[in-house]
């Protein structure tokens, strides 16, 4: 006799909020004691190779208004263009840029801020190289699955041209909106959530 199975249903989709900031940035909240400093707020030191870099920007909702509750994480390469992770195979990444970043937006104006270093070039998964890129990671209340996207710079206008994913997006008038404005060092990137100008986000 063949046993019936028992399937199991999906679980029900939950937003990150309203307590994403207590449990992934405790310091920030006023809570102590946990962690000498929130989990991913320092990405450099002195030591770290490459150009610095300021990477600010607001997350933006429909409405045109700042989310003030929202929490972004960053990857990225370092300036050789290699990740500081066990499945880097292509040489060793300098162990002096952790190659990941987490901030809360913070104050009236919803602003997050990151202090890192400009990535080089990584290679798409066929080989071709893609331009220099930061991938982000956005969640707040509200959102059920957090959104991804990237950051690419303004001053790599050959670079974006020759970029595989970039040259993906059918809508040509859209990829501005993964562009970063600003001249180095200092480079802002606002992400729209909705609206007309709203970010191209990427199923991965």
Partial sequence: MVQELGYLKETASQTA??????????????ITGVYGSDLGASMINDKTLGTRITVTGRVIDGAG???KDALVEIWQ?????????PSEMRGTADPNLT???RCPTNGDDGTFLFETVKPGRVPYKDGRRMAPHITFWIVARGINLGLNTRMYFPDETAAN?????LA?????HRVATLIASGVAPVYTFDIHLQGEKETVFLDI
Avoid at 161 to 165: G, R
């Fill in 17 to 30: 909020g309203p307590y994403v900031h207590i449990g992934l940035t405790p310091n920030f909240c006023g």
């Fill in 65 to 67: 208004s700042p989310i």
């Fill in 77 to 85: 390469a370092d300036s050789a263009g290699l990740y500081n992770s």
């Fill in 99 to 101: 190659g990941w970043g």
């Fill in 161 to 165: 041209a020759e970029d595989p994913l």
């Fill in 168 to 172: 993906r997006i059918e809508h040509r």
